[in-house]
């Protein structure tokens, strides 16, 4: 295992950001160019559904659930650590938000190892877990970032999370909504009929949610870059977490 310091836990973020986004548009590309999906705009997951792209959206999206562990892992204990210097939230109020986004990331390898039209319930089931989970995820880390503020963050940073927050909770529910009402499941790999407007509709919003959590995660660089310079002090306790969190990149693919 690589020995890290504090300078290198701002990878972290800066790791999953790049990776979940590459995950997203690099199997559209490969399942567009294949003939598979539509132009505009196919579900996240019909981009993964026929061979040759179904191996790598299942592998990219595995790694990326857990990037997205790690990073809130980490998230978590540095916040442990600055409510244990000064207290401003519940330690359960933390707890209950990592749980809950690591439920999320459970939720994206599900449909990471389940494809849309193989196993169709499990599939759809991961969905909800992680796009739910997902969205109540960074609303709870706004709340707390608004709790932190002024001493460990800044009003348009938790003015940022929180729009971003509230753009995902609005598109989410038109997109189960939308989802039912198309009929989840139904995609083939062809272009032969053409998607119904509420499959469009849904996948527009699918789209945005998931958008919203990359630039949700994009925000905490700055938040781990503090953590790095040691702005407010040094934060220990955080350097061997970050370390173990950085680890992870490292697991074997099979592993995933």
């Not at 009929?193 to 919003?205: G, I, T």
């Amino acid at each position: 295992m690589l020995c890290w310091n504090m300078e290198n836990a701002t990878l972290l973020p800066c790791i999953l950001v790049i990776w979940a986004s590459a995950a997203f548009i690099v199997s559209y590309i490969f399942a567009l160019l294949e003939g598979h999906v539509v132009p505009f705009v196919p579900y996240i997951s019909d981009t993964g559904t026929c061979i040759p792209e179904s191996g790598l959206f299942g592998f990219m999206i595995s790694v990326t659930a857990m990037l997205g562990a790690a990073t809130m892992y980490a998230r978590y204990k540095i916040i442990e650590e600055q409510t244990s210097r000064g207290t401003f939230l519940c330690k359960w109020f933390n707890l209950i938000s990592l749980l809950i986004g690591i439920l999320g990331c459970i939720g994206m390898g599900i449909v990471a190892s389940f494809q849309e039209t193989s196993v169709t319930k499990v599939h759809d089931a991961g969905a909800l877990i992680a796009f739910i989970g997902g969205v109540i995820y960074i609303f709870l880390q706004s709340i707390i970032s608004y709790k932190s503020c002024p001493q460990w963050n800044k009003k348009r940073t938790c003015h940022i999370r929180m729009t971003i927050s509230v753009i995902s909770m609005i598109a989410l529910f038109p997109m189960i909504v939308f989802a039912f009402l198309d009929g989840m499941g139904k995609y083939k790999c062809e272009l032969g009929v053409e998607p119904s407007p509420y499959h469009q509709a849904s996948a527009v919003c699918e789209w945005v949610v998931a958008f919203g959590f990359v630039t949700f995660f994009l925000t905490y660089i700055r938040d781990f870059q503090d953590v790095s310079s040691n702005e407010q002090g040094p934060l220990p306790s955080c350097l061997h977490t970050c370390s173990s969190a950085l680890s992870l990149l490292y697991l074997p693919a099979w592993s995933f």
